[in-house]
Structure formats: C-alpha cells, structure tokens
Nanobody, 124 residues
Framework: QVQLVESGGGSVQAGGSLRLSCAAS????????LGWFRQAPGKEREGVAR????????HYADSVKGRFTISQDSAKNTPYLQMDSLKPEDTAMYYC?????????????????WGQGTQVTVSS
C-alpha cells in the first residue's frame, strides 16, 4: 500500500519561499509518476508539478513555471516541491499524489494515491 505524507507547509509573505516534502512508502522508486497538486477554497484541485521517477521528466503548470521546482531524493524516496517567489494566489492546501506508470496528465483522477495535504498561506 502506497502511503504519502506531506510536510513543510506554513505561512509566508509574498516573495518568500517554502519547500514541501512528501514522505513516500510502499512503492519502488522507479516506474511511478509523482505529482503535486493544490486546492484553494471554492476552487477545483489543480496540478502544479509532476515528475516521472526513473526518467526524471518534469512538467509544470504555467502558473508556477520559473518559480516552483519539483525534485526527487531517490535515497530517501522523497519528492520535494521548492516554491520560490510565492504569491498570495499560491495560497492553498497542497497535496502529493502518485500513480503507477508514466506521467501524462495533471488530472487528479489519473492518480491513485494521495496524501492528506499541507497548508500553504501567502500573505501580501
């Protein structure tokens, strides 16, 4: 059973940085797609970044390109989301998700496993 536990959220001022971690267990490192999603109150869950473990291919949503960086520490089996130049509109609950196989979509329905989320609040 794949289990994902996010951490690293918090409150920062606009322009600040946070690094989210996703402690992952129950799966082998290669052959999985790991994604970071976010959901603000009253809005749909949206994908912000994804990485294919084993190939390293990454994709970002246009809204975060150049500001967010997704990476994977294979030794610790932990994906990270480095978030720089944060904006108030980045405020949301952030979730780590995983699916077996290649990365092809930011659709939440394409992912089989989800963490409980970590809150990120950016003040102006």
């Amino acid at each position: 059973q794949v289990q994902l536990v996010e951490s690293g959220g918090g409150s920062v001022q606009a322009g600040g940085s946070l690094r989210l971690s996703c402690a992952a267990s129950g799966y082998t490192s290669n052959g999985y797609c790991l994604g970071w999603f976010r959901q603000a109150p009253g809005k749909e869950r949206e994908g912000v970044a994804r990485i294919y473990i084993g190939g390293g291919t990454v994709h970002y949503a246009d809204s975060v390109k150049g500001r967010f960086t997704i990476s994977q520490d294979s030794a610790k089996n932990t994906p990270y989301l480095q978030m720089d130049s944060l904006k108030p509109e980045d405020t949301a609950m952030y979730y780590c998700a995983a699916r077996r196989g290649v990365c092809y979509s930011f659709s939440p329905g394409a992912y089989d496993y989800w963490g409980q989320g970590t809150q990120v609040t950016v003040s102006s």
